[in-house]
């Protein structure tokens, strides 16, 4: 089983549609994040969580929301989808050395 | 703003031949720089990092060079391999923020 897995791998929904992304993980890290990467702009972060009491926004948090259920579930949500949302996102985690992330697979996400 | 930027889309190098990836960057507070490495429908994976500490790291084929005055490091492979081929991203973190600022990404082709 992968150390960090992201449900669905793909989706595709309507605008106005509420949406959750899910993301488990085995590392056992305490670090949480959302990734969303669109061609030409790279990685940019969304919502982070250093601790399942612990949200921070990220650069781009408008018009999501997260949830740190546990440990090990962070979950991702688009209360009302819109186009602009449409693109690859992931899930990652790191320990408290900070010796980078651990990825998951990523969700590729469409909103028409 | 782009803090960290990758300002070539894409590089085609020979098999054998030695490829050069660059990334500049702005934030003067920024001391851990990290190479991922994508393919696609994977999430990224980590490759290789260096600590501002240093100028140079050396993992294998992969070297990473580090250039404080100039704000930019550079990513070496030697020899190319076609296993090469993905998409490269420069990532950048400062003291104690515990989070990753990534570039734009680089894609990488390695011609037989």
């Known amino acids: 089983d992968a150390d960090v897995t992201q449900t669905p791998r793909n989706r595709i929904t309507k605008t106005g549609k509420r949406i959750m992304l899910e993301c488990s993980q085995t590392?056992?890290?305490?670090?949480m994040y959302w990734y969303r990467q669109d061609p030409g702009l790279g990685l940019r972060l969304i919502y982070y969580s250093f601790d399942v009491k612990d949200i921070n926004k990220g650069e781009i948090s408008d018009g999501y929301s997260v949830s740190r259920q546990a440990q090990a579930k962070f979950s991702l949500s688009l209360e009302s989808a819109i186009p602009n949302q449409t693109a690859l996102y992931f899930c990652a985690t790191s320990d408290l050395g900070f010796g980078g992330y651990t990825f998951g697979s990523g969700t590729r996400l469409t909103v028409v | 703003d782009q803090q960290v930027k990758q300002n070539s889309p894409s590089l085609s190098v020979q098999e054998g031949r030695i490829s050069i990836l660059n990334c500049d960057y702005t934030?003067?507070?920024?001391?851990?720089f990290l190479w991922y490495k994508k393919y696609p429908a994977e999430g990224p994976t980590f490759l290789i990092s260096?600590?501002?500490?240093?100028d140079k790291n050396e993992d294998g084929r992969f070297t990473v060079f580090l250039n404080k005055s100039a704000k930019h490091l550079s990513l070496h492979i030697v020899p190319s391999q076609p296993g090469d081929s993905a998409v490269y991203f420069c990532a950048a973190s400062a003291r104690g923020a515990q989070k990753l600022v990534f570039g734009q990404g680089t894609r990488l082709t390695i011609n037989p």
């Open positions: 934030n003067s507070m920024f001391d851990y």
């Open positions: 590392k056992g890290h305490d670090r």
């Open positions: 260096i600590s501002s500490i240093k």
